[in-house]
């Protein structure tokens, strides 16, 4: 297992536009999470899944935001209509279930630059 | 609501010269913390996880302490070198298993 991969790794698009991510989280993890960075910050939460449902989702994800992990195993996060200040790096990182043993593995994150 | 702090957000130090990272977080109702590296436009690498039991975790030149009491971690690299140079971002993980992250320390070793 190479770790958690992250497509594409750089996207340029035009206000208005959609644009869809895609994360392959390490396999034998079954939790999966998104977070958007913006330059200069740390990390924020966006929404995380067990297996394929989607358990909790952040006030920062507007409903121009949806993410899906069918089957359990890799995962999209599509942003509709896009705007500038959507501009960000987006993270995913997957883990174990488990409470103090388990940490994150993130992947090399999208950065997305709305023009 | 978990908020987690590092001061200073920007730090240089010649080289050889040991770091000192300070991270304070107001719930101390943490399952672990977890200390991270990134590099300009890359992702998170983890460097080391404490968990809630633990006073200290160690990795080669890195050493983090864990006070859960006081709310505070702390990161030490020894002997820093250029390669050292990133910003070290620390993310509590609590209830509800997210990990809430400080706004990171960026740091500069100069050779």
């Known amino acids: 297992d190479t770790g958690v991969s992250q497509n594409p790794r750089h996207k340029i698009t035009k206000r208005g536009q959609n644009v869809t991510f895609r994360c392959d989280p390490i396999?034998?993890?079954?939790?999966l999470y998104w977070y958007r960075q913006t330059l200069g910050q740390g990390p924020e939460f966006l929404t995380y899944?067990?297996?394929?449902?989607?358990?909790?989702k952040s006030r920062l994800l507007s409903d121009r935001f949806s993410a899906e992990r069918p089957k359990g195993s890799f995962s999209t996060l599509e942003i509709q209509r896009t705007e500038q200040g959507d501009s960000a790096m987006y993270l995913c990182?997957?883990?174990?279930?488990?409470?103090?043993?388990?940490?994150?593995?993130f992947g090399s994150g999208t950065r997305l630059t709305v023009v | 609501k978990q908020e987690v702090t590092q001061i200073p957000a920007a730090l240089s130090v010649p080289e050889g010269e040991n770091l000192v990272l300070n991270c304070s977080f107001t719930?101390?109702?943490?399952?672990?913390l977890q200390w991270f590296r990134q590099d300009p436009g890359k992702g998170l690498t983890s460097l080391l996880l404490i968990q809630s039991s633990q006073r200290e975790q160690t990795s080669g030149r890195l050493n983090a302490s864990l006070d859960k009491s006081s709310g505070r971690s702390t990161l030490y690299i020894a002997a820093s070198q250029p390669g050292d140079s990133a910003t070290y971002l620390c993310a509590a993980k609590a209830a509800g298993n997210k990990l809430t992250f400080g706004g990171g320390t960026r740091v500069l070793v100069k050779p």
């Open positions: 719930d101390s109702a943490i399952y672990n």
């Open positions: 990182a997957s883990s174990f279930t488990g409470g103090e043993s388990y940490g994150y593995t």
């Open positions: 396999s034998e993890h079954n939790r």
């Open positions: 899944f067990q297996n394929e449902a989607q358990l909790e």
